[in-house]
């Protein structure tokens, strides 16, 4: 059964008062259609995207410290994985864009055709702990580092949940890496691997790839999954597949516009709904990033958003 909206409640009543009454008012009628939000969220959910991307460099210790101190409800880290097989937050497969390492690893370049290129798999843990990750985005976060999983982890528990994406598993997967045992592992490991394991730190797994998240349920992850698509318009038919291996869907802005019906389809089905991303400077027709996310999540009816602005995530 949905949650219902009741944070003013949720402070002053134990918990299962609070539920017994949000039973009561749904079966006396007074909850609406815009009270709902589906499981595995409790309320609108606010995502911190790679951390507090706007005003800290992505993936960085100090992006997803920033998401924490601006209250975001969940934090997301997109995954790669090293040469020597360990997970850290990156989003690109290459560590071009967001590191110094054509500075620090001049001849390590992988060239095809006129472009060269730095994959992560190319490097160890310890090299790419040689790079800097934050000089890109502003000097003043120059000494930021890539960091692995685990410590993005630490950073996090207790304090928000956990939405890592497996991005490119099949690249990995070439190359004699598992990166879904190696999510689930860390995940154990750290006692975040079922649903309720930390109150404080729900984990979700999102991916792209359908065969990551087929792989996931098939190896029994507990954890709830969102799948990631862009805009193109999913049939109910397209959604009633993806519930064979997704608990949610996370589809990007353009998709929900062009068919905005899709919230409902995916509820009726029991899909969650996330939506990606929401940035200042990007807001289309809208004044401001907040004005964005509150018209996503009030008239169209989405569960969480992924947002680059976690500060700017509005509140009733
Ligand atoms: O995972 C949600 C959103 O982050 C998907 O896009 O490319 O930023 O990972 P991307
Ligand atoms: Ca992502």
Redesign the pocket.
């Known amino acids: 059964m949905p949650w219902l909206r009741l944070s003013v409640m949720r402070t002053t009543l134990p918990e299962p008062a609070m539920r017994s009454l949000a039973i009561l008012l749904l079966v006396a009628g007074f909850a609406t259609a815009a009270d709902k939000v589906l499981a595995p969220y409790a309320k609108p959910t606010n995502i911190a995207?790679?951390g507090a991307s706007a005003d800290a460099p992505e993936h960085t210790i100090a992006a997803y410290k920033l998401a924490l101190e601006y209250g975001a409800d969940y934090v997301?880290p997109?995954l790669q994985m090293t040469k020597d097989g360990v997970l850290v937050c990156l989003?690109d497969t290459t560590l071009d864009r967001t590191t110094n390492v054509k500075v620090v690893f001049p001849k390590r370049g992988v060239t095809k055709g006129e472009r060269t290129t730095y994959p992560v798999s190319e490097f160890t843990l310890e090299e790419i702990q040689k790079l800097d990750a934050g000089s890109w985005k502003d000097a003043k976060f120059k000494g930021e580092k890539v960091p692995t999983f685990q410590e993005m982890i630490d950073t996090v528990k207790g304090k928000a949940g956990i939405i890592p994406?497996t991005?490119a598993p099949e690249v990995y997967g070439k190359l004699g890496l598992d990166m879904e045992k190696a999510v689930m592992d860390i995940l154990e490991k750290n006692k975040l691997d079922a649903p309720g394991a930390d109150a404080k730190t729900p984990v979700i797994i999102?991916s792209?790839s359908a065969e990551s998240l087929k792989k996931l349920k098939k190896a029994k992850c507990k954890l709830p999954l969102a799948y990631?698509f862009m805009a193109g318009g999913s049939t109910k038919d397209e959604l009633k597949a993806m519930k064979e291996y997704a608990d949610g869907i996370?589809p990007?802005k353009a998709a929900i516009l062009k068919r905005p019906e899709l919230v409902k389809d995916a509820h009726d089905l029991g899909l969650s709904v996330t939506v990606?991303?929401f940035r200042s400077g990007q807001t289309d027709k809208f004044e401001s990033v907040k004005d964005e996310m509150r018209h996503f999540l009030e008239e169209l009816k989405v569960d969480a958003v992924?947002t680059d602005n976690p500060d700017q995530f509005p509140k009733k």
């Open positions: 995207h790679r997301e997109d989003h994406e991005k999102q792209f990631l996370a990007n990606w991303t992924f």
